[in-house]
């Protein structure tokens, strides 16, 4: 069964980092690019960031700067490092594996995601 | 950007009655291959998004046939032909032709 599980969410104050994690199973890791997509409470849904599966990385303008997306093929795990986190940041994460190829991405299946709460 | 409009922002429908929402982007998402670069995702209370098309039209397995998708170009249509309790959800599209791949801002539809 394909899975995507997240961790790492949590409540810190303006200004800080997170870093967020996704265990992937059940498939070829190494063969998928990869998503984070968010969800602000009540809000509907924005991607954020995507990496394929040679590693070539892109960025929502809105955390571009700030955010990083990593993979690690050894574990089958996805990252997204988070760093001067602002109010607006407030969503729950998903990480979403990608298909249609490296130019061009829908996204299945999705994780549960994992809360990221951003208050001072 | 792309930006993706749906229409309306909710509807209620007896069940077994068609429910019908709208998908309209600011750009042709149709490639020179003739493939349109668009997708549907069903999001149920307290669950993550769920693919039910891409590429427009092409059905995910396991989606129930009373989901169709159609529409070129700029203008996309999600049909539910016969409404079943189950099927209420927010419902959203999203393109892929061009980054930043960007979503509608989601259709609910509930049972009247």
């Known amino acids: 069964e394909v899975q995507l599980v997240e961790s790492g969410g949590g409540l810190v104050k303006p200004g800080e980092s997170l870093r967020l994690s996704c265990a992937a199973s059940?498939?070829?890791?190494?063969?998928?690019?990869m998503n984070w997509v968010r969800q602000a409470p009540g809000k509907g849904l924005e991607w954020i960031s995507f990496i394929s599966k040679s590693g070539y990385v892109n960025y929502a303008d809105s955390v571009k700067g700030r955010f990083t997306i990593s993979r690690d093929t050894a574990t089958n795990s996805l990252y997204l490092q988070m760093n001067s986190l602002r109010v607006e940041d407030t969503a729950l994460y998903y990480c979403?594996?990608?298909?249609?190829?490296?130019?061009?991405?829908?996204?299945?299946?999705w994780g549960q995601g994992t809360l990221v709460i951003v208050s001072s | 950007d792309i930006v993706m409009t749906q229409s309306p922002d909710s509807l209620a429908v007896s069940l077994g009655e068609r429910a019908t929402i709208n998908c309209k982007s600011s750009?042709?998402?149709?490639?020179?291959?003739?493939?349109?670069?668009l997708a549907w995702y069903q999001q149920k209370p307290g669950q993550p998004p769920k693919l039910l098309f891409y590429w427009a039209s092409t059905r995910e397995s396991g989606v129930p046939d009373r989901f169709s998708g159609s529409g070129s170009g700029t203008d996309f249509t999600l049909t539910i032909s016969s409404v079943q309790a189950e099927d209420v959800a927010l419902y959203y599209c999203q393109q892929y032709y061009g980054l930043p791949w960007t979503f509608g801002q989601g259709t609910r539809v509930e049972i009247k």
């Open positions: 750009q042709s998402v149709l490639y020179s291959n003739n493939r349109n670069y």
């Open positions: 979403a594996r990608g298909r249609g190829g490296d130019n061009s991405n829908w996204f299945d299946p």
């Open positions: 059940g498939f070829s890791f190494t063969i998928y690019s």
